[in-house]
């Protein structure tokens, strides 16, 4: 299907464990991003790819880790899981030459 | 990028309109507003943008002012469905900032039937 894609949905894990978030899109959009949502908060950026191999932080980026070898999937990584990245993780992207960014379904991270 | 002022909450019946309001007093003239909308759980969905003028689509009507320093998001017969956190962005266009957006509070909008 086309669209965007973010792999599992649901998530539970423990302390220390390394987790890896998927996100798939099918637009061949050059830039695609990572967001994370805690209760009370708005949507904070955790990392962002302008292109394949191309990544740069957000506000947030200090825990997690990202790769970018295909553009149409961007992986992130949290390489030793902590409580307070329990969260609801947000992919999207957007292509140049449009003002619209599309957002994946999102997926709930709970690090016990 | 701009901050931007929303009320944290509004009410509205079922098949009115909705005027959402936006604040962004120190917006640069290469700045744009953006409308994005959030239903319970789901990833946030976008509405609408404009530069300064007046912009329609089948979603909404977004409204700047002449000085832009605020802006009305306006939802023209609003439906149960309609119910979600609606965020107001100011982003400019281009550049480094490209795509990247901040979200802030946002308003929680409630239709009622």
């Known amino acids: 299907d086309a669209g965007i894609t973010q792999s599992p949905r649901y998530k539970i894990t423990e302390t220390g464990r390394q987790v890896t978030l998927m996100c798939h899109q099918t637009w061949s959009h050059s830039y695609m991003f990572w967001y994370r949502q805690d209760l009370g908060h708005g949507l904070r950026l955790i990392y962002y790819?302008?292109?394949?191999?191309?990544?740069d932080k957000g506000e947030v980026p200090d825990g997690y880790v990202v790769s970018r070898s295909k553009t149409e999937n961007f992986p992130l990584t949290l390489e030793s899981a902590t409580r307070s990245q329990t969260s609801v993780y947000f992919c999207?992207?957007?292509?140049?030459?449009?003002?619209?960014?599309?957002f994946g379904p999102g997926t709930r991270l709970t690090v016990l | 990028d701009a901050k931007t002022t929303q009320p944290p909450s509004m009410d509205c019946a079922e098949g009115r309109a909705a005027n959402l309001p936006c604040n962004h007093s120190?917006?640069?003239?290469?700045?744009?507003v953006y409308w994005y909308r959030q239903i319970h759980s789901q990833g946030p969905q976008y509405i609408i943008h404009?530069?300064?003028n007046n912009e329609t689509n089948e979603m909404a009507s977004l409204i700047i002012t002449e000085d832009r320093k605020s802006s009305t998001l306006i939802l023209p017969h609003a439906t149960l469905r309609d119910t979600a956190v609606y965020y107001c962005?100011?982003?400019?266009?281009?550049?480094?900032?490209?795509?990247?957006?901040?979200f802030g509070q946002g308003t929680i909008l409630t239709v009622h039937p």
């Open positions: 790819s302008a292109a394949a191999d191309i990544t």
């Open positions: 120190t917006i640069s003239g290469n700045e744009y």
């Open positions: 404009g530069l300064k």
């Open positions: 962005i100011v982003r400019a266009a281009g550049g480094t900032s490209y795509g990247k957006l901040t």
């Open positions: 999207a992207s957007i292509g140049l030459t449009y003002n619209e960014q599309f």
